[in-house]
């Protein structure tokens, strides 16, 4: 079955970095689109950007451009979202979600959901 | 960016009762439209893609609707267990936007 499990939870300081990754299985990795996903504490969803882990080619949200990474290592089956110059405001839950029908293709739906990451912002 | 609007915000409702739940889209989205449930502390689970179609194992009392810019889901009798959090989703364009979310509890 599919799984997807991300890495555990992170504390950091603003201004630093972070790196989630997300290990998939069950399923052929280079397939499907990899989306990421945050939500804020109480708050909702806010798409941040997806990767084809067969090209590694990406589109980020505008929010994210420049600020925010997206990369896949396909020998491990892992996508990895990368996002620097942390702020208070990137505290939030980050989810890695798989699309339901594969290479990118419509309609496009998200399927399968990591776990969660933690990630908070603080000094 | 489009931007996604659901009605209501929350809402109170017992067992058994129908559920109505509205999205609306600031541009026509067609039918790319999904809808999630999600539970506190969880990650949030498809229920319905592309307007109406059914994912595998959803409750048949889930269903959905629409075209264009207004969408419904509907729950006909609801069930203890769908106590939750419910999240339109459209995917016609970049950013892909979520609706602000509907969270239905227990009256």
């Known amino acids: 079955q599919v799984q997807l499990v991300q890495s555990g939870a992170e504390v950091k300081k603003p201004g630093a970095s972070v790196k989630v990754s997300c290990k998939a299985s069950g399923y052929t990795f280079t397939g499907y689109y990899m989306h990421w996903v945050r939500q804020a504490p109480g708050q909702g969803l806010e798409w941040m950007g997806w990767i084809n882990p067969h090209s590694g080619i990406t589109d980020y949200a505008q929010k994210f451009q420049g600020r925010g990474t997206m990369t896949r290592d396909t020998s491990i089956s892992t996508v990895y979202m990368e996002l620097r110059n942390l702020i208070s405001d990137d505290t939030a839950v980050y989810y890695c979600?798989?699309?339901?029908?594969?290479?990118?293709?419509?309609?496009?739906?998200?399927?399968?959901w990591g776990q969660g990451t933690l990630v908070t912002v603080s000094s | 960016d489009i931007q996604m609007t659901q009605s209501p915000s929350s809402l109170s409702a017992s067992v058994g009762d129908r559920v109505t739940i509205t999205c609306r889209a600031s541009?026509?989205?067609?039918?790319?439209l999904n809808w999630y449930q999600q539970k506190p502390g969880k990650a949030p689970k498809l229920l319905i893609y592309?307007?109406?179609s059914f994912q595998s194992g959803v409750p048949s009392r889930f269903s959905g609707s629409g075209s264009g810019t207004d969408f419904t889901l509907t729950i006909s009798s609801l069930q203890p267990e769908d106590f939750a959090t419910y999240y339109c989703?459209?995917?016609?364009?970049?950013?892909?936007?979520f609706g602000q979310g509907t969270k239905v509890d227990i009256k």
């Open positions: 541009h026509s989205i067609s039918t790319y």
């Open positions: 979600a798989r699309t339901g029908l594969r290479d990118g293709y419509n309609p496009e739906y998200f399927l399968h």
């Open positions: 592309a307007t109406s």
């Open positions: 989703q459209q995917s016609y364009s970049t950013p892909r936007t």
